[in-house]
């Protein structure tokens, strides 16, 4: 009973704690409970019993958006009022970030970049749900159906009352809870549309409470088309099992080459090594968006089988990242330890 109390008091402590110092003499907890961290925390299913989301609404969710390549400056989209910024020619991505993050948040404009690489005239839309994300992690977990709810709705009204093409929703780039808001978005929108949005990228979405929840309530490979998933630290932040219609598995998909691998129970690294893997999954899709193609995978059963017996694996590449893949099944890949991350 006192070791579950415990576990209980360090998941939610590493979690809504990780900004600060603790101070805890943590080299004295049991060895019995020096488990990994996410099998503490997913052993857990009481945690869920007695929290609540928050109200969410449309009018604490930003979207930032830029027109072209060019745009020196974002223009804020009213999701009531749309009309003037609405072009139904334009190809839309949409980013999502994660817990505690807003729409400064390093990757977005780095991502954004990327994709201006590509195609100059894309309209980018940066989602700031910093309102909800900024809550303690279960709160934050809690909302991120609504929030998903209310960005699928805006992509409904720009489809029926603009005739935007479903088509042209080009993608959904999600991280960590925001891989999570995205399949949200992409459930209502089938459910509403009975049609599917055409690509959901997941960059290491959550696993945290997700892994054991049923298929309706987190990312599964009906949410899109494509479900892309890009597996980074699976099994600690991150989501472990296959959960798209293509998963990448680069270094295996649960530590990440140039992360140090170290105690969990160590809050200084629990934030800085811990989330290197984590944020390893958007450090690759800005390289991969930006260089289509440099992130060579080949499927196969298992990370095991592919750095052992090699032999068995299928003669079957794909690029991690391509926006244009329709395969199915698990990817694995090595990348370097330092950028380029590309071999
Ligand atoms: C993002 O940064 C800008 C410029 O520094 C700042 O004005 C804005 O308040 C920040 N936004 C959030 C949500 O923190
Ligand atoms: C925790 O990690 C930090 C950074 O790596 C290190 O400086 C510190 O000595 C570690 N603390 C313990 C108790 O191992």
């Known amino acids: 009973m006192r070791q579950q109390y415990l576990v209980v008091f360090l998941c939610v402590f590493a979690f809504v704690r990780l900004e600060e110092e603790p101070g805890l003499d943590l080299s004295r907890v049991s060895e019995a409970i020096q ?15 007695n929290v609540h989301g928050d109200v969410v609404t449309i009018d604490n969710i930003k979207f930032y958006l830029w027109r072209t390549k060019k745009s020196k400056k974002y223009t804020i989209l009213d999701p009531r009022n749309p009309t003037k910024l609405i072009n139904k020619k334009a190809q839309y991505v949409f980013f999502v970030h994660g817990w505690l993050e807003n729409v400064n948040t390093s990757w977005y404009n780095n991502l954004k970049h990327s994709f201006f690489e590509i195609n100059p005239e894309l309209y980018v839309i940066q989602v ?27 992509i ?36 509403y549309l009975g049609k599917k ?13 997700f892994e054991d929840a049923p298929e309706s309530e987190k990312l599964n490979p009906e949410d899109a088309s494509v479900v892309e998933v890009i597996h980074t630290s699976g ?23 140039g992360c140090i691998k170290e105690a969990i129970f160590n809050m200084t690294d629990l934030k800085t090594k811990v989330s290197c893997s984590h944020f390893r999954s958007w450090r690759f899709y800005i390289e991969a968006v930006a260089n289509p193609q440099s992130f ?12 052992k017996k090699p032999d068995s694996c299928e003669d079957d590449y794909e690029t991690m990242g ?5 395969k199915r099944g698990k990817y694995y890949l090595i990348t370097n330890e330092n950028p380029p991350f590309s071999q």
């Open 35 to 49: 488990q990994d961290f996410f099998n503490l925390c997913n052993g857990i299913g009481l945690l869920h019993k």
């Open 128 to 154: 700031d749900w910093s309102e909800y994300a900024g809550k303690d992690y279960i709160i934050a977990l809690y909302d991120t159906r609504e929030v998903g709810n209310l960005i699928g709705k805006l």
């Open 156 to 191: 409904i009204n720009l489809h029926q009352t603009y005739s935007v093409p479903l088509d042209n929703f080009m993608v959904l780039v999600g991280h960590s809870l925001g891989g999570q808001v995205c399949g949200f978005a992409g459930k209502h929108i089938k459910k």
């Open 197 to 209: 949005i055409p690509r959901i990228v997941a960059l290491d979405p959550a696993g945290v409470f």
């Open 235 to 257: 099994g600690r932040i991150g989501y472990k099992e296959p959960c798209g219609t293509i998963d990448f598995f680069p270094n295996g998909g649960s530590w990440q080459a």
């Open 296 to 307: 060579r995978a080949r499927k196969c059963k298992s990370w095991e089988d592919y750095t």
């Open 322 to 326: 391509d926006l244009h893949t329709h």
